[in-house]
């Protein structure tokens, strides 16, 4: 189920129903947890949500806040979420969804654990992380990397297809390729 994270620098009790009322408009919630300086939405859809809805409220209660979009499928548990987010130091209202809370957690020392979550049943499967690798390290260039792996070019697309089928990350899209080549140099 997807959901939304928002937080504040502050207690967030006393914006609760002005968040609800403006995020409902817009937003089927089908469950709501608060906590200290946060809450949770679970919702229905993921689409109907903006980083513009979110900026907006921000303006309205004149408060920073820190949101982060699941996708519609989350690749993250939530409690790995919030785990990041206590590492990433809250300046201004920022929208974040799983590429751009991956490119700020990658400011931090990546261990093991995150690219066991990242690459998920990839992370031991030594031969794709090698293609991976050198197709990122041949500029995205399939034709160059298929000749440095010996491989014919078909043979390499498939593999990329394999990969993106199986983390959900394309490595022909240049924020994932920057993601997956950060985990995997």
């Not at 990433?88 to 974040?96: A, D, G, K, R």
């Not at 990397?145 to 089928?165: E, G, M, P, V, W």
Request: glycine share 2%; net charge neutral; proline share 3%.
């Amino acid at each position: 189920m997807p959901f939304i994270i928002i937080e504040t620098k502050t207690e967030i009790k006393p914006y609760r129903f002005v968040i609800l009322d403006i995020l409902s408009k817009n937003l089927n919630i089908l469950k709501v947890e608060d906590y200290e300086t946060k809450m949770v939405l679970y919702i229905e859809e993921i689409s109907k949500a903006s980083e513009d809805l979110f900026l907006g409220l921000a303006s309205e209660l004149y408060a920073d806040l820190r949101v982060y979009l699941s996708d519609q499928e989350p690749k993250f548990p939530i409690d790995k979420v919030e785990v990041w987010f206590k590492l990433i130091p809250f300046m201004n209202t920022v929208v974040y969804d799983d590429q751009l809370i991956l490119m700020k957690r990658l400011d931090f020392p990546v261990n093991n654990e995150l690219k066991k979550i990242v690459l998920k049943t990839i992370y031991e499967d030594t031969e794709l992380l090698h293609t991976i690798k050198v197709y990122l390290e041949s500029n995205q260039n399939t034709s160059k990397a298929s000749i440095k792996l010996y491989l014919h070019r078909n043979t390499l697309i498939q593999r990329l297809d394999k990969f993106y089928a199986r983390t959900g990350f394309d490595c022909r899209n240049f924020k994932d390729a920057y993601i997956i080549y950060s985990l995997i140099k």
